[in-house]
Nanobody, 125 residues
Framework: VQLQASGGGSVQAGGSLTLSCAASGLAVGRTYMAWFRQAPGKEREFVAA????????YYADSVKGRFTISRDNAKNTVALQMNSLKPEDTGVYYC???????????????????WGQGTQVTVSS
């Protein structure tokens, strides 16, 4: 399994970015897919996730209403559309995947076995 995250960059507050995670070795339509982020000196935190088979999506409270996670089964990719970016959104964003995740742990990094290399997002004020 390989996950390749891309799309990071530097934007001003209020701007937008779209991250993409290209998967190989698994089908995103049958896998729990998630985005996490890690700011310097902080622990990795949950951002968003999609359910393995259903259309349910889950968001951290801090990004709800601003970020949208979606998957393209044909391209085998997962995207994270980020709008109204804030300086506190700065960090390295990681794509994660697992085929068996307890719903109670869908926001928990240890639930995911597969991780991409991360892509840097920097939001300036």
């Amino acid at each position: 399994v390989q996950l390749q995250a891309s799309g990071g960059g530097s934007v001003q507050a209020g701007g937008s970015l779209t991250l993409s995670c290209a998967a190989s070795g698994l089908a995103v339509g049958r896998t729990y897919m998630a985005w996490f982020r890690q700011a310097p000196g902080k622990e990795r935190e949950f951002v968003a996730a999609t359910h393995r088979m259903r259309t349910n999506v889950y968001y951290a409270d801090s990004v709800k209403g601003r970020f949208t996670i979606s998957r393209d089964n044909a391209k085998n990719t997962v995207a994270l559309q980020m709008n109204s970016l804030k300086p506190e959104d700065t960090g390295v964003y990681y794509c994660a995947a697992d085929q068996t995740v307890a719903l109670s742990g869908i926001r928990s990094a240890p639930e995911y076995d597969y991780w991409g290399q991360g892509t840097q997002v920097t939001v300036s004020s």
